[in-house]
């Protein structure tokens, strides 16, 4: 992570403790409440035939979107208020240098596969990126399954913001490999087809700890379109819900599409069918990538 994407990001406040549950909301409007059900289709740039979900590769906004709040989830996330709170990770303390952190870990998370979430897959999953943008952790032990102390080489106050960015998914240790082939998360969504390069199709997993709070849609499609042009025709014409896009000229005079963040500088464009939070991320196209998490059908 660059210095000035941590300076522009830094009023996100981190939360831990009393302040993380009074910040479990997903900072929704006060408009229509969210509701179960529907298919969100977005039509995305960035698709490789090599893609695949390891998070080490170089990945597309299409890969990007499909795995952290969607199929993977991280240690902790940036809300659509741009507060930091924990994901997988349900508090955390660092010493007063800010070298040595602390974090526990959420009980009863189990992958799509059913094995059960432990600080072992934090530890395997952290490790690929150590010679990264991890460079600087010099040691992560597991206190005990629920719990892991992360040593940094030197003091990062920031060090459980970086915890999420979108490469540092967490995955089951003893799979790691079939995972990163077929996408085995703890996330919302499930993979029910993957055609690298073209499609994915997440189906809503059955009971997860984000419920009545995220994960709205029934299925998430996701599919390639390079072309802006052609990605704003299929909005336009109805055949996805979303798309990224920088060109708002391409949607000139029609009424029925949001420009997101804002119609002088955007990079996204959705039906107004669709409804989400009040605050809509900034940093990344689709909400901070996690438009199938948060977002929700009118």
Known sequence: MTRALRHIDRRALFASGAAAALLAATGVSAGPSPRRGG???MALSGALRSDTFDARATQGLFMQVAMAGMVFDTLTEVGADGTLRGELATHWKGSADARVWQFELRPGVTFHNDAPFTSADVLASLALHRDTILSDVAHIEAVNAAKVTITLTGSDPDFPYRLSAPQLVIYPAEHRAEAMAAGIGTGLYRVHKFLPGRQLIGERVDRHYKDDEAGWFDQVELVSVPAEAVRAE???????DAVDLIEADLLEGVTDIALLPETKQ??????????????VGTRAPL???RAAERWWMA
């Open 234 to 240: 299929a909005l336009r014409d109805g055949y996805v």
């Open 266 to 279: 955007i990079t996204c464009a959705a039906t107004t069918d669709l409804r989400m939070p009040q605050i």
């Open 287 to 289: 909400d901070n990538l």
């Open 39 to 41: 298919r969100l289709r």
